[in-house]
């Protein structure tokens, strides 16, 4: 048993002994419109380069109703639900290979110049698959609001590794734009007493040039991309 997954399997139990209220599922159509209202909600209030951007939530709800639909289609997303079928929290996660690509011409042009700068991220080479079914994009990340819900995002990460690990996964990746995911991974490692994710690109969103601009100009801050092992 690799050390990674020994240590994934001591946080899942002492996450779901401090949660026994939430449980995690594979994301599917059923949870396709609590899904999506929640990350619209969250999103706009609470992601980073979202806020800069001003992006309302009528900008991004179709956009986030889509990109839930091709990740319940593919079957390897993660939700958490409370005691009544609530949805507590969300994560999207894609093949590397068959990622959702929205379509250029009605999708908003923040969301637009967010998924420019994402694609400026580099991911190293040795996490590249040479296969479908090889490597996870975990994408978005919404948790509802809550104090009861604090370990709601641990459970996601958690759920979402032995998921893919489970379907024969080697590898996952993150593109993180919220310092909030930053610290949880850290807790994560704290926990675990040992390295778990690797910090692989490193980049600041105020030196991004889009279209002859600098949307994120004057943002303080940096993003990065992350990896782990199954």
Not at 14 to 19: F, K, S
Not at 73 to 90: D, E, N, P, S, Y
Not at 111 to 126: C, F, P, Q, R, T
Request: proline share 3%; net charge positive.
């Amino acid at each position: 048993m690799s050390y990674v997954h020994f240590a994934a399997r001591m946080l899942g139990l002492w996450v779901r002994v401090t949660n026994l209220r939430t449980t995690t599922s594979v994301l599917r159509l059923e949870h396709l419109e609590a899904a999506t209202l929640l990350l619209t909600n969250e999103f706009c209030e609470r992601e980073p380069l979202c806020r800069v951007l001003g992006i309302q939530r009528a900008d991004v709800l179709p956009f986030f109703r889509e990109q839930v639909r091709h990740v319940a289609m593919q079957g390897l997303g993660i939700v958490a639900v409370g005691r009544g079928g609530t949805v507590k929290g969300v994560i999207t996660v894609e093949d590397h290979m068959d990622q959702f690509h929205p379509d250029q011409e009605t999708t908003h042009e923040g969301l637009l110049v967010i998924g420019a700068y994402l694609d400026s991220n580099k991911i190293a080479e040795h996490i590249l698959p040479s296969r479908k079914g090889e490597v996870y994009y975990c994408g978005l990340a919404a948790v509802a609001k809550g104090r009861e819900n604090r370990q709601v995002l641990t459970m996601l990460i958690l759920g979402s590794y032995k998921h893919l690990r489970n379907l024969g996964y080697v590898r996952g990746y993150a593109k993180v734009t919220n310092p909030g995911v930053t610290r949880r991974f850290k807790r994560l490692e704290k926990v675990a007493r040992g390295p778990v994710f690797s910090s692989t690109y490193t980049a600041n969103p105020a030196d991004f040039c889009y279209l002859g601009s600098r949307p994120f100009a004057g943002y303080q801050g940096s993003t990065g991309v992350f990896s782990w092992n199954s």
